[in-house]
């Protein structure tokens, strides 16, 4: 966030989405970005995990053929094939994709605190959830809501000191972070 009053840009929001990476070098990777900006309000960090490791198909010419000679695919159709599972995706007897789970992490800065912790994995200032194998993120939406209204706050103060008009202050003050940030 950056305003005319206060030339120091201020980060309110990361967040961090891996796939391949370990879940200990993904928050090294945010740990580092906290320390560089430790105003920052809201942290997320959203971990893909693997079932199986990956391997590439290598020469094999039948999936390379099928790919190219199959037509493009209308969403309804697309939506159709497979649609109760998407843990993997198997083409011709290759496994493109296995999942084992996708989970939300989220660091809210509280009260009083002078940074988030991203060791800080229980109580008000974490939560995480999952979007597979269930998904469970009534308590991601709920801190992403807190979080959503701490940077609210945090762009007020910097209109109100920037002399912003009054019309555009009751705009911001009459909004409301959505619901449901995270539909499923």
């Not at 200990?24 to 490791?53: F, M, R, S, W």
């Not at 198997?90 to 009260?111: A, C, F, K, M, N």
Request: hydrophobic letters at 35%.
């Amino acid at each position: 966030m950056w305003s005319r009053h206060n030339t120091e840009s201020q980060r309110v929001l990361l967040g961090e989405c891996a796939f391949t990476q370990s879940d200990q070098n993904v928050t090294e990777k945010l740990q580092a970005y906290v320390l560089d900006a430790p105003d920052i309000l809201v942290v997320c960090k959203i971990l893909i995990k693997q079932g199986d490791h990956y391997c590439s198909p290598g020469a094999k010419p039948s999936v390379a053929k099928g790919l190219r000679s199959s037509h493009l695919l209308t969403r309804a159709e697309f939506c159709s094939v497979n649609a109760g599972d998407f843990a993997q995706t198997v083409v011709d007897g290759h496994t493109w994709l296995s999942l084992s789970s996708v989970e939300i992490h989220v660091w809210v800065r509280q009260p009083g605190d002078s940074d988030i912790n991203l060791d800080h994995l229980d109580g008000d200032g974490h939560t995480v959830g999952t979007l597979f194998p269930t998904i469970d993120v009534d308590d991601v939406n709920g801190a992403f809501q807190r979080g959503l209204q701490l940077i609210k706050e945090a762009a007020l103060r910097e209109m109100k000191a920037s002399d912003v008009e009054e019309r555009i202050l009751d705009n911001v003050e009459g909004w409301s972070p959505p619901p449901l940030p995270f539909r499923c």
